[in-house]
C-alpha cells in the first residue's frame, strides 16, 4: 500500500473514532487519542508534498501545527474554546500567507466579498444573539481571518485557475462551513449530528488545504 493512502486511511479511522466517541457511541476518553492522531496522520500525509514550493510548504505546515494546537485545546469544550480559537487563527493566518506565495493577496476581491457577506448574515441571524459578550471581540477577529483564508484560496483559483489552487479554494469553503456548524451548534440553538458534520467538514478541509501543495 502506497504510504500517502496508508496516512489517509489512518486518519480517516481515527476521525471516525473521535465522532463515535464524541457523539457518546464509543468510550469518552477515545476523544483525547483519536483527535490528535488524526491531524497527526494528515500532516503525516501531507508532510512529503511541495518540495518545489518551500514557502508555501513551510507556511502551510505551520497551519497544520496550529490547527493541531487548537484540537487540542478545544478537547476541553469550556476553558479551551479561546486558546482554541487562537490556534485556528494562527492557523488561518498561515494558510493565507501559504497561498499568497503563489497568488496576490485578494486579487480578485470577489470572493472575500461573497464570504465576507455570507458571514455577517450567519453571524447576525444565528449566532450573534446567543454569543456572549466577552466571546464577542475575538469572535469577529476570527470571522474575519477566516473569511480570508476562504476568499484567498477562491481569489487564487479564480485568477490562476490551477488544479492546486482548486484544492486550497475548496478546502477554505469547507472549513467555513464547518466552523459556521460549529457556531451555530454552539451558540444557536444546536444542530442534529454536529459533530459528524462538524468534524468530517474539517479534516475534509484540512487533506484538501494539503493537497494544495504540488507532490
Do not use: C
Not at 463515535?20 to 483527535?35: C, F, I, N, T
Not at 510548504?57 to 497551519?63: I, V, Y
Not at 478545544?74 to 487562537?86: K, N, S, V
Amino acid at each position: 500500500m502506497r504510504r500517502d493512502v496508508l496516512w489517509l486511511l489512518v486518519a480517516m479511522a481515527n476521525a471516525a473514532v473521535f465522532i463515535a466517541a464524541d457523539s457518546g457511541g464509543l468510550p469518552e476518553p477515545l476523544r483525547w487519542v483519536a483527535k490528535p492522531a488524526a491531524t497527526l496522520a494528515l500532516i503525516a500525509w501531507a508532510w512529503p508534498r511541495g518540495a518545489s514550493q518551500p514557502a508555501q510548504r513551510q507556511w502551510l505546515r505551520l497551519g497544520l501545527f496550529a490547527s493541531l494546537a487548537g484540537d487540542v485545546a478545544l478537547l476541553w469544550p469550556a476553558q479551551g474554546f479561546l486558546p482554541g480559537l487562537l490556534g485556528f487563527l494562527v492557523a488561518h493566518l498561515a494558510f493565507v500567507r501559504s497561498m499568497t506565495t503563489r497568488s496576490r493577496l485578494a486579487h480578485p476581491g470577489w470572493p472575500w466579498a461573497v464570504y465576507g457577506a455570507l458571514a455577517a448574515l450567519v453571524l447576525s441571524a444565528w449566532i450573534w444573539p446567543g454569543l456572549p459578550a466577552a466571546l464577542r471581540a475575538p469572535v469577529l477577529v476570527y470571522v474575519a481571518v477566516l473569511v480570508a483564508m476562504a476568499g484567498q484560496g477562491a481569489s487564487w483559483w479564480w485568477a490562476s485557475r490551477q488544479r492546486e489552487a482548486g484544492w486550497a479554494a475548496l478546502g477554505g469553503a469547507l472549513f467555513l462551513a464547518s466552523d459556521t456548524l460549529l457556531a451555530v451548534d454552539r451558540f444557536g440553538g444546536g444542530v442534529p449530528a454536529a459533530s459528524l458534520f462538524v468534524h468530517a467538514l474539517y479534516w475534509g478541509s484540512i487533506a484538501l488545504i494539503g493537497r494544495s501543495l504540488p507532490r
